[in-house]
């Protein structure tokens, strides 16, 4: 149980367009889900928190014009990266908080983003 | 000073090995302490999950938490080719409800065949 699906797992786009990542818990309710970017050899740096039904709360220094995040259900969030350059190619994972009897977060696979 | 610091590794040990990775923290309010262990491209699994200092044992990992020195480990026994992968260690202050976690670096570990 405590599944999180995420896609695309890899993805390349070219500079200038926009790229949706999905992230969907398949067998729970998730009323939180965070977004998190990897750079290689780096810890996860938490992009922004984002709540079921309003509007996600972003980490300092994180756009949030750039990183469109989007939690309409309590099963999928989606996080699109706008207007994408070279510099936005990184490894891009999500999380989501379970309910109960589980302790810590269970994260989706990731996204490898590439921008050429 | 960050506020959980690891050490990135790479270490190699041979299969069998006891291995010992570890994390220290500045802030004492955080409370609750996991590893997770990611491969490579992949996602990170929740290994260990640990409130209170002392030990937790699971099958070949032991989770060790030393509030009062700030220090975490994970002890993985009778090493296994199949464990070669970064391990995170990540920690909050709370356990409960939309808590953000803090994570390490990550230690890549390689056991060699």
């Known amino acids: 149980g405590a599944v999180v699906s995420q896609h695309p797992s890899r993805v390349i786009c070219k500079s200038g367009t926009s790229v949706k990542i999905e992230c969907r818990s398949l067998?729970?309710?998730?009323?939180?889900m965070f977004w998190y970017r990897q750079f290689p050899k780096q810890s996860l740096m938490l992009m922004a928190t984002?709540?079921?039904?309003?509007?996600?709360?972003?980490e300092q220094g994180v756009e949030k014009d750039k990183f469109l995040i989007n939690h309409a259900s309590l099963t999928l969030s989606t996080l699109t990266v706008t207007s994408a350059h070279p510099e936005d190619s990184s490894f891009y994972i999500c999380s989501a908080s379970v309910p109960t009897g589980y302790y810590g977060y269970t994260f989706g696979s990731g996204t490898r983003l590439t921008v050429v | 000073q960050k506020e959980v610091e690891q050490d990135p590794g790479p270490l190699s040990v041979p299969e069998g090995a006891i291995v010992s990775l570890n994390c220290t923290y500045s802030?004492?309010?955080?409370?609750?302490f996991m590893w997770y262990r990611q491969y490579s491209r992949k996602g990170p699994e929740l290994l260990m999950y640990?409130?209170?200092?002392g030990n937790k044992e699971d099958g070949r990992f032991t989770a060790q938490v030393d509030k009062s020195s700030k220090y975490i480990s994970l002890f993985i026994r009778d090493s296994q080719p199949s464990d070669s992968a970064t391990y995170l260690c990540a920690m909050s202050v709370s356990g409960a409800g939309s808590y953000q976690l803090t994570f390490g670096k990550g230690t890549k570990l390689s056991v060699i065949p």
């Open positions: 802030n004492s309010a955080f409370q609750y």
């Open positions: 640990t409130y209170s200092s």
């Open positions: 984002s709540n079921e039904g309003s509007k996600a709360t972003y």
């Open positions: 067998d729970f309710q998730a009323t939180t």
